[in-house]
């Protein structure tokens, strides 16, 4: 059975930028949800897909944007980088939206100069 | 606002001394309670996680929790720790009705002193 996987592992970027993470979810799971992870702090919810729509959304502003595709593979795009979007950004997958316990990938490091 | 506060930020403890690390949300409504674990430069590895049923719950590496409904709690603990359990610990529910975002504590520092 195939874990999380996510890419890249790190990314530098400049402010204004545009980025796109990549999570894949593991085998038999049909939901992924996006975390960000601010260091020295507890993740903070983005958003979640289940069956290729987003079922449900943190407070985050509408240039983190994301989609999930038909292998339930998903991605996170992040428009116009900002300094404060320096951060771990976790992928978790589970099977089902609601409750279940979400599996979650090693993280994709971003950093904004 | 729901929340979770996990009121300690470090917890420095001797080697195979007991340990209990705290945690307590805001709702008494229906909830889900996991408690992950973070080593350095990894991701969040699931401990444990209460859904329903018996409050004593058992997880990997010797943990087991609380759910204390009344005192809206679910500790951590274990009896002997290990120089291998140096990590972050989190906490982190689900509230109903949705059950779909999970809510994080700022997490504990487990730090083991030999």
């Known amino acids: 059975e195939t874990g999380v996987t996510q890419s890249p592992t790190h990314l530098i970027k400049t402010r204004g930028q545009q980025v796109t993470l990549r999570c894949s979810s593991q085998?038999?799971?049909?939901?992924v949800s996006w975390y960000q992870q601010a260091l020295g702090q507890g993740p903070q919810f983005i958003f979640q897909y289940y069956r290729e729509e987003e079922n449900g959304r943190g407070n985050f502003p509408p240039r983190f944007s994301g989609l999930q595709f038909p292998n339930y593979s998903s991605e996170l795009n992040v428009n116009a980088l900002e300094l404060d979007d320096s951060a771990l950004y976790l992928c978790?997958?589970?099977?089902?939206?609601?409750?279940?316990?979400?599996?979650f990938g090693p993280g994709t490091r971003l950093t904004v100069l | 606002a729901q929340s979770v506060t996990q009121l300690d930020s470090q917890v420095p403890v001797f080697e195979e001394a007991p340990v209990e690390l705290r945690c307590n949300y805001s709702?008494?409504?229906?909830?889900?309670l996991f408690w992950y674990v973070q080593y350095p430069n990894q991701g969040l590895q699931l401990l444990l996680k209460y859904l329903s049923g018996s409050t004593l719950v058992k997880g990997i590496n010797g943990f087991e929790a609380e759910f204390n409904k009344s005192q809206t709690s679910f500790h951590l603990r274990k009896p002997s720790v290990h120089i291998s359990d140096t990590a972050e610990y989190f906490c982190a529910v689900t509230f109903a009705p949705s059950n779909y975002q999970l809510i994080w504590g700022a997490g504990t520092k487990l730090i083991i002193k030999p």
């Open positions: 085998s038999g799971h049909n939901t």
């Open positions: 709702s008494s409504v229906s909830v889900y």
């Open positions: 978790a997958s589970s099977w089902g939206p609601r409750g279940d316990t979400q599996y």
